[in-house]
């Protein structure tokens, strides 16, 4: 499996910021989508990326001001990225290895998605469900060798 496949079942949707968007407004929006992670975009690129683990440590960091913050002040500038070609295993590998719960895909410049760590798991707990199913069919239509009788 590969990632374009991921992305074609989630779906392209995309949750972005601007890096001088408050940190309080970027919390408050990714608290009403139920999102984990916010892509900053800047002219048109990715710029970063904002997850809960930035604004955890923003949380940690700045105490009660933490709210004077922008994006910019607590993204994290260079994230880890995948390719739509990568394979799922590789991609499984980076994130381990990079401990990114979130993870851009790009095409060059262009920003394709961004996959969790959950939407990893789930598409590949369906490719399992369906190759289970597959398998199960094939033994029960398993044709009867004329040898074995």
Known sequence: MQVHEILRIKGTVLYTVVPSQS??????????????????MEHGLMAGLLSFREVLR??????????????????QRDPATAHPDMEVDELRRL????HCRYLPIMEGDTLMGVLSFHDVARAMLEEQSFENRMLKSYIRDWPMDDASG
């Open 95 to 98: 994130m381990l290895e990079r």
């Open 58 to 75: 923003a949380l940690r960091t700045a105490g009660g001001g933490w709210q004077t913050l922008t994006v910019a002040d607590v993204m």
């Open 23 to 40: 940190l309080d407004n970027a919390v408050a929006t990714m608290a009403d989508l139920d999102v984990g992670s916010l892509v900053v």
